[in-house]
Nanobody
């Protein structure tokens, strides 16, 4: 059974940094594109970043490009999101997602497994 567990969320001041991690189990992680999405109160889910199974392909949402970096460690079955220069508008619940196969994609419907989410709050 696939399982994704996010960690690393919390409260940070604007301009600060946080690093989110997602631990995966129950599926072939090394062949799975991974992604981060977020959802703020009253807003739709938003694509944040994705990384291909080999780590060589990454895409970012326009609102985080240049500030966030996604990475993965296939040996440890983890994916991380380094978030720098955080803004109040980055406040949201951040979700880790995994696709069973295929290429990295911004489309949420392509992801088969989702974590429970971790709260990130940026105070201004």
């Amino acid at each position: 059974q696939a399982h994704l567990v996010e960690s690393g969320g919390g409260l940070v001041q604007a301009g600060g940094s946080l690093r989110l991690s997602c631990a995966a189990s129950g599926f072939t992680f090394s062949r799975s594109p991974m992604a981060w999405f977020r959802q703020a109160p009253g807003k739709e889910r938003e694509f944040v970043a994705t990384i291909g199974w080999g780590g060589g392909t990454t895409y970012y949402g326009d609102s985080v490009k240049g500030r966030f970096t996604i990475s993965r460690n296939n040996a440890e079955k983890t994916v991380s999101l380094q978030m720098n220069f955080l803004k109040s508008e980055d406040t949201a619940v951040y979700y880790c997602a995994a696709a069973e196969f295929g290429a990295a994609t911004r489309t949420a419907e392509q992801y088969n497994y989702w974590g429970q989410g971790t709260q990130v709050t940026v105070s201004s």
